[in-house]
């Protein structure tokens, strides 16, 4: 059993930045891989950005590439994910999501455990 606990949402203006994190509990940490995703009112959840076990692999949508960066630091049982030049269109519930796997995967109905989501809401 893994549970994930977001933080570092908030408001923040178009062309800002914010770092999310993603603590997980438990000692397999190194065993997940992990993955950011976002939801926006009224539409899917999609996939934003994923990690390797050990880091040595990232992945990103389209959308975010060259913006966001994702990092993991397994001693610390954390994931993060860097948020840059931000913009309106970011503004979603980003949630964190393990899969036991070595594989990041772009669908959402590959991983096992998800946190609770935190909030981004960038103005314009």
């Known amino acids: 059993q893994v549970q994930l606990v977001e933080s570092g949402g908030g408001l923040v203006q178009t062309g800002g930045s914010l770092r999310l994190s993603c603590a997980a509990s438990?000692?397999?940490?190194?065993?997940?891989?992990m993955s950011w995703f976002r939801q926006a009112p009224g539409k899917e959840r999609e996939f934003v950005a994923g990690?390797?076990?050990?880091?040595?692999?990232?992945a990103y949508a389209d959308s975010v590439k060259g913006r966001f960066t994702i990092s993991r630091d397994n001693a610390k049982n954390t994931v993060y994910l860097q948020m840059n030049s931000l913009e309106p269109e970011d503004t979603a519930v980003y949630y964190c999501?393990?899969?036991?796997?070595?594989?990041?995967?772009?669908?959402?109905?590959?991983?096992?455990?998800w946190g609770q989501g935190t909030q981004v809401t960038v103005s314009s």
């Open positions: 999501a393990a899969r036991l796997s070595v594989v990041v995967t772009t669908n959402a109905n590959d991983y096992n455990y």
């Open positions: 438990g000692r397999t940490f190194n065993a997940y891989a």
């Open positions: 990690i390797s076990r050990f880091g040595s692999s990232t």
